[in-house]
């Protein structure tokens, strides 16, 4: 990876411009937006991009993809990678997390937390069962990291038809994150204070149906402190009071101890690719040793770290101006195309021998 060189190697300025304009000169894709009613009476919705070219093995291969915190397919990072996946032959299927569509209306008390992997199993079931001839890689970036890897973990079922899973930028244990997220070197303090005011208003544009009268939501969410909330300077404070009663947790602790991915990544056996920046100011250096040591212990696993990207930015340019296409766009395009290639080397392979077993 080589970054713009006078502003490239700064994560701070990385993760600043992905912040503010996601990516430069962002195509628009064309897709279908899809509703699924949830069985708490939640309406999840999924974004449908079909290839626009046929793939490099000439398989159908899908790719399911899970935004970060409170994104969803409309965001430019988004439609910049859909649009280079769809281009190499991928069809694309982005999660709209719970609440995050200014446009889409809650229909229960409930938004996306840092771990439900509800809709987005949702959505993965609906591709298998729309399109039983696919194949699956699946995709998740920050917070959306952490979902897609508790997903596979979740059930050996939940890995049938993935050729491979790529999670970029995610930090693995909320428990171990919490403490350093509010430290002040690498102006994380800063960051989050930053998210905690994008989350609170999007809280606060769902009040009425989050904190209104009505009979279906938890007692605890009935509890919940609004003033907590409008003072909150930090996401731990809103997991605190809002996000951790969604699903009955009785403190902050159970909910970031369950709702992580840590506990489910050894039980992942497709190849798995665990993309960080050296320099993101958002993932503090000692959560990297868990992707390292399971890197070290699992022939499936890949950790790479390069030194620069800042968070979810990784822009690529000569010197100063970045291009539309990034570096970890590439990436995970590049290496779902080695999986896909050599998994049908290796089927091909196992037809070879089965012929020969036959002939003798």
Same mark, same amino acid.
């Given at each position: 990876?080589?970054p713009?060189?006078?502003?490239?190697k700064?994560?701070?300025?990385q993760?600043?411009l992905?912040?503010?304009m996601?990516?430069?000169?962002?195509?628009?894709?064309?897709?279908?937006?899809?509703?699924?009613?949830? &069985?708490?009476?939640?309406?999840?919705?999924?974004?449908?991009?079909?290839?626009?070219?046929?793939h490099?093995?000439g398989?159908?291969?899908?790719?399911?993809?899970?935004?970060?915190?409170?994104?969803?397919?409309?965001?430019q990072?988004?439609?910049?990678f859909?649009?280079?996946?769809?281009?190499?032959?991928?069809?694309?299927?982005?999660?709209?997390?719970?609440?995050?569509l &200014?446009?889409?209306?809650?229909?229960?008390?409930?938004?996306?937390?840092?771990?439900?992997?509800?809709e987005?199993?949702?959505?993965?079931?609906?591709i298998?069962k729309?399109? &039983?001839?696919?194949?699956?890689?699946v995709?998740?970036?920050?917070l959306?990291g952490?979902?897609?890897?508790?997903?596979l973990?979740e059930?050996?079922?939940?890995?049938e038809?993935?050729?491979?899973?790529?999670?970029?930028?995610?930090g693995?244990s909320?428990?171990?994150?919490?403490?350093?997220?509010?430290?002040?070197?690498?102006?994380?303090?800063?960051y989050?204070f930053?998210?905690?005011?994008?989350?609170?208003?999007?809280?606060l544009s769902?009040?009425?149906?989050?904190?209104?009268?009505?009979?279906?939501?938890?007692?605890s969410?009935?509890?919940?402190?609004?003033?907590?909330?409008?003072?909150?300077?930090s996401?731990?404070?809103?997991?605190?009071?809002?996000?951790?009663k969604?699903?009955?947790?009785? =403190?902050?602790?159970?909910?970031?101890?369950?709702?992580?991915c840590?506990?489910?990544?050894?039980?992942?056996?497709?190849?798995?690719?665990?993309?960080?920046?050296a320099?993101?100011?958002l993932?503090?250096?000692?959560?990297?040793s868990?992707?390292r040591?399971?890197?070290e212990?699992?022939?499936?696993?890949?950790h790479?770290?390069?030194?620069h990207?800042?968070?979810?930015g990784?822009?690529?340019?000569?010197?100063?101006?970045?291009?539309?296409l990034?570096?970890?766009?590439?990436l995970?395009?590049?290496?779902?195309?080695?999986?896909?290639?050599?998994e049908?080397?290796? =089927?091909?392979?196992?037809?070879t021998?089965?012929?020969?077993s036959?002939?003798?």
């Amino acid at each position: 990876y080589i970054p713009p060189l006078i502003w490239g190697k700064s994560g701070h300025i990385q993760t600043a411009l992905y912040g503010k304009m996601g990516r430069v000169r962002s195509p628009h894709p064309y897709g279908l937006r899809k509703y699924l009613t949830m &069985p708490d009476g939640a309406t999840a919705t999924f974004d449908l991009f079909e290839p626009q070219s046929e793939h490099c093995i000439g398989e159908d291969v899908t790719m399911v993809i899970c935004p970060g915190i409170a994104n969803h397919s409309e965001k430019q990072y988004i439609r910049t990678f859909v649009d280079y996946a769809q281009k190499n032959g991928y069809r694309c299927a982005v999660l709209n997390h719970l609440g995050a569509l &200014p446009n889409i209306e809650l229909t229960s008390p409930r938004m996306f937390t840092y771990g439900c992997t509800w809709e987005f199993g949702a959505m993965v079931n609906y591709i298998k069962k729309t399109y &039983p001839q696919t194949q699956l890689v699946v995709v998740g970036f920050s917070l959306g990291g952490n979902i897609v890897c508790k997903y596979l973990g979740e059930n050996q079922a939940n890995q049938e038809r993935v050729l491979c899973c790529v999670s970029v930028c995610q930090g693995y244990s909320a428990l171990r994150a919490q403490e350093t997220f509010m430290q002040w070197d690498q102006c994380r303090r800063f960051y989050n204070f930053l998210m905690a005011d994008n989350m609170k208003k999007i809280i606060l544009s769902h009040r009425q149906v989050l904190f209104g009268d009505n009979m279906k939501k938890p007692q605890s969410l009935s509890d919940a402190d609004l003033s907590k909330l409008y003072t909150a300077t930090s996401l731990m404070q809103i997991d605190d009071n809002v996000m951790r009663k969604f699903h009955g947790y009785s =403190s902050l602790k159970e909910y970031y101890e369950e709702e992580s991915c840590l506990h489910y990544l050894h039980r992942i056996y497709v190849p798995l690719l665990l993309v960080n920046a050296a320099d993101d100011p958002l993932v503090h250096e000692s959560l990297l040793s868990i992707p390292r040591a399971l890197s070290e212990k699992r022939e499936n696993v890949m950790h790479v770290l390069p030194l620069h990207g800042g968070h979810l930015g990784f822009f690529e340019g000569s010197v100063l101006f970045p291009e539309p296409l990034t570096w970890m766009d590439k990436l995970v395009v590049q290496y779902a195309n080695a999986i896909c290639q050599w998994e049908k080397t290796k =089927s091909h392979c196992s037809d070879t021998e089965q012929a020969v077993s036959g002939q003798e």
